[in-house]
């Protein structure tokens, strides 16, 4: 793992012209969504979403499928960061997940993964053994007051490819 070339993906994805152009060409409902990335470094990331009308529902509420990316990409947006432009390739997916809602999500939604370092050690793990690694990320999900809206786990796969 090249701590520069991390260092360079999180730059380039905080810039919002990159992080849409980003979204657009590879999350595209996540980019019609409203996510935005506020923070990114080698052990956090912040993603926030504001209820607007193409990630509502009928009950005045953000729908749960546009939480749920939002949750997913706090913790992908952090692999992807350690995986940018890795040698040898990394291949990373979702193998699972657990989400626990508590509350109504209206106004502006923030996401926080603070697993960073945990996540780049199963990444190099995979590396090291050339095995498949999994990690469960969580990404807490509050709303303007602070208060949980919903707590969201995510299994990562990460494998090596050769």
């Not at 009928?58 to 990409?73: D, K, N, R, T, W």
């Not at 699972?96 to 508590?102: I, L, Q, S």
């Not at 995979?126 to 786990?153: N, R």
């Amino acid at each position: 793992m090249n701590i520069t070339t991390s260092h360079k993906f999180q730059q380039k994805m905080l810039n919002p012209f990159f992080f849409n152009f980003f979204l657009l060409l590879k999350l595209p409902i996540a980019f019609l969504s409203g996510m935005k990335l506020k923070e990114l470094s080698g052990s956090h990331s912040v993603v926030k979403m504001k209820y607007k009308y193409l990630n509502k529902n009928p009950f005045g509420s953000i729908y749960f499928a546009c939480l749920s990316m939002a949750g997913e990409l706090s913790s992908g947006i952090l692999a992807a960061s350690f995986t940018y432009k890795s040698s040898p390739k990394i291949s990373m997916l979702v193998v699972g997940m657990e989400v626990e809602f508590t509350k109504k999500a209206v106004g502006v939604i923030t996401f926080t993964c603070n697993q960073g370092q945990e996540i780049n050690d199963t990444i190099k793990r995979s590396i090291e053994t050339g095995d498949g690694q999994t990690i469960e990320a969580i990404t807490i999900a509050a709303d303007e007051s602070g208060e949980k809206v919903a707590e969201f786990k995510i299994r990562w796969s990460f494998k090596s490819k050769s």
